[in-house]
């Protein structure tokens, strides 16, 4: 039964993301936020559809913590679900930084171009890093949350990884707040697993961290023991051993 589900899962995301990206191109012409508006559609389907087909349901503690105003959202990364719930749910704007040659890949990396977001070289090296601070402060000067994944890949639940600075310098450069998350997605969603089992993703919202009078190295470090400390409050079963 679960790869019943699975498969038409799958066929479900493949019927609506060719269509929907076609739309994409058809608003083209309209403003970044209806662009934005119209363009999450999908992910909000693609969540909703994980949960009638495939059971994973989810909930949201911390609302209360998200702040009015700018902010920089780091992340725990365990599977695709979360990339497509926090664009999708998050009350604001969110811009994802990612290698520019995700532009290329059909359909998906159509809607993706037309969002604005902070798509990087990553041949330049380390002048990629002064690219996204460049356009990280614009995204920000326009009201909108710059997410990064400091893992910088997919970890198994259970798993940490050492987190990358880009997220802490990025906020001390711009001197803007950080807000972690922490969730179990890979419960549901394992990375690169075609079977999603039902149950209910925990999404956590934390307190914002702020920037100011911190090191990057130490703003880095607050973040992570956030993160990976709620990572074992969600499922201690994890960390027992």
Known sequence: MLALR???FTLF???TVIPYAFA???WAPLSLS???KLTMGWPRLAVWGA???CGV???VQGWENLPDGPAIVLSKHQSAWETLFLPSHLPREVCFVYKRELHRVPFFGWGLALLAMIPIDRSKGRDAFEQVVKVGQQRLDEGRWPILFPEGTRIAPGKTSRFKMGGAL???RTGVPIIPIAHNAGECWPRNAFIKRPGCITVSIGPVIEATGLTPEELNEKVQAWIEGEMQRLNPERYSK
């Open 170 to 172: 990025l906020a001390t």
């Open 57 to 59: 349901r989810w909930k």
């Open 6 to 8: 699975a498969t038409v």
């Open 51 to 53: 949960k009638v087909i």
């Open 24 to 26: 994409c191109m058809l």
């Open 13 to 15: 995301l493949i019927v």
């Open 34 to 36: 209806w662009r934005y």
